[in-house]
């Protein structure tokens, strides 16, 4: 009964956990299309907020320059009648005529000017032009009680006001500049202004643009307003409204709205909405992308996590703060003592210092903090691989990188078989040269011995017993005869054997030296060594054998001093040269020493046998001649080449060679100089030939 439970139990999450899954992979889309939305909606509000003020600034900066040009012809005509009633007041006896003149300057060019009248005690006196005004001629302004407050003011304040909108006694509206001049008659100048030439002379129309503009007046403070110009539905449609005040009562309100109203919509919808679709369309295509990457993602780190945990060598990772970040199970199974120490986070210095104070490291033994000073800068700055001896015995080979973000890479591998092998081989040639030398001295003890016996037997006319037989032997003809013949063979026979007694030690030699070199035992006696003085004796010392094989044999040098050990530098360099004369059978062997920035460089060249090219790099290792018939020909150990690169090691030199096989080889010795800034000019002698 308790099954079919179970299988329901795991049926039912696993069924949530699909459905859960699947509605998580759309979570990112969903998202998506809902930044995307309030993304154009934020552009679309963006959109119309900008043209709307572009909109209102366009509009109000009509609206304001119609203002000034408004307060600018006003001042204009406040003017011309401060300085008409100026002169009226200077000349108050004048005629009609003169009125007339002078209200006919100021009229002039002025086309919003409908007329200009002179008033004494509230009567009209004078009225310019006189024929379509003639019936404001006479007006008492007592009897217009529309005017008469705004004419006591002027009067009582002899300030230049404008009024208005006025309704003309001649027909029409418009708007009154007064002046009161200084006089118990109370002259008042008024220059009357037709509204619609005014307005149209501040550049007011009908529509302007795609917009409408109206206008209208506040008169005498009251709360009411009348529209003067334009349409009423302009102070509906929220318009742009700037005041011109005219004295403190009067106020003209120009407005302007546009015509289909203000924009409540982004002229740019459509643009916006393709752009959106767009982005939208990059947008889910970009988390379909990401999607699969991140899934390809999770998969490889699957992957790699497990071949990691695979590998047979050891993992880890250390994050930029030298934290570790990941390690597989190989890794603590190297590292048994201090396997629990390797938790996500843990400091690899507390690593160390841990398994130090648990014996992890056999090394550190007696020196721990010098050792862990060691270990942290080599982890810090990872060069070449290190080898680390374990507590049971084992090696590992430890290879540590950094990654371009800075995390450390490490590597363990096991080297146990290895690190045997190479002791065994180390504990084999150790044998091997230990073998060497003793069998060598084991030689030359009795070969010394032989060749003194040798010397005896060359040389046995000196012998006391020789002696002794030549005078028993007397001047018999027969028997001296036989015995200068027997003693010529002897001779002959013991300079042969001397030979290869000889060539018998060198060999001998060569092998002690090699193993002296190999084991590295040799102790150089370091001192100044004026280098082209020992050329230049080497060279006297090989003229003859080289005159003897008919070669042509040469020595040029410069002054050159540098640091080593005589007796090695003389060896490696009669080594080369008999080398040259001996592989030579006709043509010439040249010595030249030069310098070469801080270097003193020899070259050995000679026209002998050459080396083949697949045979030139092997020339410097030991036992190395260029094929067997050489070595059969010209005998030798193939040591001497080994011997000279390894002398040169040890002097900071080194050794190259070119060759052209059948036409000879030139060695090129390299040694720095002890003193490159002197030894400019040749010594005397030099250069010169030991030839």
Not at 161 to 183: E, F, K, N
Not at 350 to 355: L, Q
Not at 444 to 471: C, E, M, Q, W
Not at 566 to 573: A, G, P
């Amino acid at each position: 009964m308790q099954r079919p439970g179970i299988a329901v139990e795991r049926d039912g999450p696993a069924g949530h956990t699909g459905l859960r899954g699947r509605l998580r992979s759309w979570v990112p889309y969903v998202l998506v299309i809902l930044l995307a939305l309030l993304t154009g909606s934020a552009l679309e509000r963006f959109s119309k907020n900008t043209a709307l003020k572009r909109q209102q600034e366009a509009n109000s900066d009509y609206v304001e320059d119609t203002i000034a040009r408004a307060q600018l012809r006003l001042s204009h005509y406040v003017d011309l009648t401060d300085s008409l009633l100026a002169y009226l007041s200077l000349n108050r006896a004048s005629e009609a005529a003169d009125f007339d003149a002078m209200a006919g300057v100021v009229t002039r060019g002025n086309s919003s000017i409908i007329n200009v009248a002179l008033a004494r005690d509230y009567v009209v006196t004078h009225v310019y032009p006189l024929e379509p005004n003639l019936s404001a001629l006479g007006l008492d302004y007592r009897t217009r009680p529309d005017q008469i407050a705004s004419i006591e003011k002027v009067l009582a304040d002899r300030e230049t006001t404008v009024v208005g909108p006025v309704r003309l006694v001649q027909g029409g509206t418009g708007l009154i500049v007064r002046a009161a001049g200084a006089g118990s008659d109370r002259m008042l100048l008024s220059v009357v202004l037709g509204l619609d030439p005014f307005l149209a002379e501040i550049g007011l129309g009908g529509t302007w643009g795609q917009s409408d503009v109206a206008v209208r007046a506040t008169i005498n403070g009251t709360d009411e307003s009348v529209t003067i110009f334009g349409s009423d539905q302009v102070w509906q449609a929220s318009p742009i409204v700037r005041s011109l005040r005219l004295n403190e009562t009067d106020v003209l309100d120009i407005g302007i709205a546009p015509v289909g109203g203000w924009i409540s919509r982004s002229p740019f919808l459509w643009q916006i909405g393709a752009l959106v679709f767009g982005l939208l369309t990059i947008a889910l295509y970009g988390v379909q992308f990401a999607t699969r990457l991140i899934r390809d993602r999770s998969e490889a780190r699957r992957q790699l996590v497990v071949a990691i945990n695979s590998s047979q060598d050891a993992f880890v990772i250390y994050d930029r703060e030298d934290r570790l970040t990941l390690c597989n199970e190989k890794y603590k199974l190297f590292y048994p003592e201090s396997a629990d120490l390797f938790v996500p986070g843990a400091r690899f210095e507390d690593i160390i210092r841990k398994g130090v104070a648990r014996g992890q490291y056999p090394a550190a033994a007696g020196r721990e903090e010098e050792w862990i000073r060691e270990r942290l800068a080599a982890h810090a700055n990872p060069a070449e691989p290190i080898e680390q001896e374990m507590p049971d015995g084992r090696w590992l080979r430890v290879t540590e990188s950094k990654t371009p973000d800075g995390y450390t890479v490490g590597f363990r591998v096991d080297i146990t078989e290895l690190k045997t092998a190479i002791l065994r081989a180390e504990a084999a040639s150790r044998a091997r040269t230990d073998f060497l030398n003793n069998i060598s001295h084991e030689f030359r003890t009795p070969l010394t011995i032989v060749l003194g016996y040798i010397a005896f037997l060359k040389n046995v006319r000196v012998l006391p017993r020789f002696r002794d037989l030549s005078d028993a032997v007397g001047e018999a003809q027969p028997a001296r005869e036989k015995l200068d013949a027997f003693t010529e063979d002897i001779i002959t026979q013991a300079g042969k054997t001397d030979r290869s007694g000889r060539q018998l030690m060198a060999l001998i030699n060569s092998v002690l030296d090699w193993s002296t070199i190999s084991g590295g035992h040799v102790e150089l006696v370091l001192s100044d060594i004026d280098l082209d003085a020992l050329l230049r004796g080497l060279c006297e010392e090989f003229h003859d054998a080289a005159r003897t094989k008919g070669l042509a044999f040469g020595y040029e040098g410069t002054p050159c001093h540098v640091e080593g050990d005589e007796v090695r530098l003389r060896q490696v360099f009669m080594n080369l040269i008999s080398n040259a004369i001996k592989f030579t059978d006709k043509g010439y062997v040249n010595v030249t020493l030069e310098r070469s920035d801080r270097d003193a460089v020899v070259h050995v060249e000679d026209t002998g046998v050459g080396i083949p090219p697949d045979q030139r790099e092997t020339v410097f290792e030991r036992f190395a001649q260029v094929d067997m018939s050489s070595k059969r020909k010209y005998g030798g150990a193939g040591l001497g080449l080994a011997i000279c690169k390894g002398l040169l090691d040890l002097h900071r030199g080194n050794i190259s060679l070119q060759s052209t096989f059948g036409a000879g080889s030139r060695f090129t010795v390299r040694l720095p100089m002890t003193r490159p800034g002197k030894d400019a000019s040749p010594g005397p002698g030099s250069p010169g030939s030991a030839a």
